[in-house]
C-alpha cells in the first residue's frame, strides 16, 4: 500500500484510520507530499 498525504500522519483520527487499511498488507509506505515544515526555500 502506497498513502499520500501532505503533511503526514498528523491526527490521532488519521493514524487509526490508516492501521486498520494496513493490516492486510504486507507493504506500506507513506510519502509526504507537501509539508510546509520541510519544504525548501528558494532564495531568488
Do not use: F, H
Request: charged share 25%; hydrophobic share 40%; glycine share 2%.
Amino acid at each position: 500500500m502506497l498513502v499520500l498525504c501532505s503533511n503526514g500522519l498528523s491526527s490521532e483520527n488519521l493514524i487509526k484510520s490508516m492501521r486498520k487499511r494496513i493490516k492486510k498488507c504486507s507493504t506500506a509506505a507513506v510519502v509526504v507530499t507537501a509539508d510546509n515544515e520541510y519544504k525548501e526555500k528558494i532564495i531568488m
